[in-house]
């Protein structure tokens, strides 16, 4: 699977953003997806995960109850919606997909990736 992520941009803290990550092939729902991101001189992060119905999600406990992950399977596509953010957010976001399995947070775990898109959040 090819996975192509934007939506992203520069926005004020206590903004929102909504970030999209479209993916080629024919068989999007058998993949979990998720969402990393990296910032500058640190890691990749988990940021959030989805099944392949979408039925169940994860996140790290840093964007808990400000940003939502979903998926469109009939549009292959996974969002990440971003409310309330704050500067420490800012990152290049990567969407990220793997084979059915229970959640999985670290990067080595995913096999597809899409390019990333940068999120600057300013104070």
């Known amino acids: 699977v090819q996975l192509q992520a934007y939506g992203g941009g520069l926005v004020q803290a206590g903004g929102c953003l909504k970030l999209s990550c479209a993916a080629s092939g024919r068989t999007f729902s058998r993949y979990a997806l998720a969402w990393f991101r990296q910032a500058p001189g640190k890691g990749r992060e988990f940021i959030a995960w989805i099944s392949g119905s979408g039925g169940n999600t994860d996140y790290v406990d840093s964007v808990k109850g400000r940003f939502a992950i979903s998926r469109d399977n009939a549009l292959s596509s996974v969002y990440l919606q971003m409310n309330s953010l704050k500067p420490e957010d800012t990152a290049v976001y990567y969407c990220?997909?793997?084979?059915?399995?229970?959640?999985?947070?670290?990067?080595?775990?995913?096999?597809?990736w899409g390019q990333g898109t940068l999120v600057t959040v300013s104070s």
């Open positions: 990220a997909a793997k084979g059915y399995g229970p959640v999985a947070t670290t990067p080595d775990e995913y096999g597809y």
